[in-house]
């Protein structure tokens, strides 16, 4: 059996034009209903954000591949200077159950992430057929980041300005070199909501802020899932 951590993945490399293939192959996979995906229970105890939740699955096709993913949520974790997530998998033989593989897989996650928003975007770029692209990221922790490391990968030159924004403000060393002749740090959300083709929520928000509509073609990638009061959520993609 194999152990891996994120250090181990981190030495495989990040190629996210194939990460983004394994999504697609997987979401076909599932709509020809090759899968098994039990509901996840959640965990509950001490204060009512925390919970950890247990996502076991089979997937079949191509993949062929069972097993759990046991997650630990715990959004007042940045407040002690720990990620708010942390994340193990086990995988097991589908014909005879053993087990393969565990994963620390909190960069397997973030990854497993931004590759679903990545399939969502191409098709997106594709659609628009936009000469250039602005981006828009509120919330600068590590899906925040992926998600700025995958757009630039999937749109390339025609990512043409960056804006990001974080209650905590951001570290200029914390952007890619290569993208910060082209990023800005706004003062606020709306900054990069109102002046963006594409705009993702990377928070750990725990209330709805987000109350106006979007620019009209704006790609909404709620991502972090609370950051947007309800009769805005119907536009967003996820």
């Known amino acids: 059996m194999k152990y891996l951590n994120d250090d181990h993945i981190k030495a495989i490399g990040i190629n996210w034009p194939k990460l983004i293939s394994m999504v697609e ?43 759990i993913k046991w997650i630990a949520s715990y959004p007042d974790n940045w407040r002690k200077g720990l990620p708010r997530a942390h994340s193990t ?6 014909s005879n159950g053993k087990p393969l593989a565990i994963i620390e897989s909190s960069l397997l996650s973030g990854l ?23 981006l ?31 209650l905590k403000g951001i570290e200029s060393n914390t952007i890619d070199p290569l ?16 002046n963006s083709d594409i705009f993702a929520t990377c928070t750990v928000s725990n209330k709805p802020y987000i109350n106006e509509q979007p620019p009209a073609g704006m790609l909404l990638l ?15 993609c996820r």
């Open 222 to 236: 709620n991502v972090s899932l609370r950051d947007y009061i309800a009769r805005y959520t119907s536009h967003s």
């Open 136 to 166: 828009g990221i509120v919330g600068w922790g590590p899906i925040g980041r992926l998600h700025t490391s995958m757009c630039a990968s999937v749109l390339g030159d025609k990512l043409s300005q960056i804006t990001l924004f974080d």
């Open 25 to 67: 192959t997987t979401v076909h996979t599932l709509a020809q209903g090759d899968y098994s995906q039990p509901i996840k229970p959640y965990l509950r105890f001490g204060k009512p954000s925390q919970r950890i939740i247990a996502m076991p699955a089979f997937v079949g096709g191509e993949i062929e591949m069972c097993g």
């Open 179 to 194: 993208l910060y002749p082209k990023t800005k740090i706004a003062n606020d959300w709306r900054e990069a909501y109102r």
């Open 89 to 94: 998998m086990i995988l097991n033989d589908p």
């Open 112 to 134: 497993r992430t931004a590759s679903v928003s990545g399939l969502v975007l191409q098709h997106y770029a594709a659609f628009r057929k936009l000469d250039f692209i602005r």
